[in-house]
């Protein structure tokens, strides 16, 4: 996995629990389910990653 796009899905991943917090914290359903939905982006991302790497070997 790139460093570059590492950084970007572990970004993407604290941007949505960030929004996922504040959404719960103001009562903003919209902003949560966002949040929730960016983070798990980021995870299916990474986990994408991993299996590439796990081939290239």
Same mark, same amino acid.
């Given at each position: 996995?790139?460093?570059?796009? $590492? =950084?970007?899905?572990?970004? !993407?991943?604290?941007? %949505?629990? #960030? $929004? @996922?917090? #504040?959404? @719960? =914290? #103001?009562?903003?359903?919209? *902003?949560? =389910?966002?949040?929730? #939905? !960016? &983070?798990?982006? %980021?995870? *299916? $991302? &990474?986990? %994408?990653?991993?299996?590439?790497? =796990?081939?290239?070997?």
């Amino acid at each position: 996995m790139g460093a570059g796009d $590492k =950084a970007g899905n572990t970004g !993407e991943k604290i941007e %949505g629990a #960030v $929004k @996922k917090n #504040v959404g @719960k =914290a #103001v009562g903003n359903e919209r *902003l949560e =389910a966002e949040g929730r #939905v !960016e &983070q798990a982006e %980021g995870d *299916l $991302k &990474q986990a %994408g990653e991993h299996v590439k790497d =796990a081939f290239r070997r």
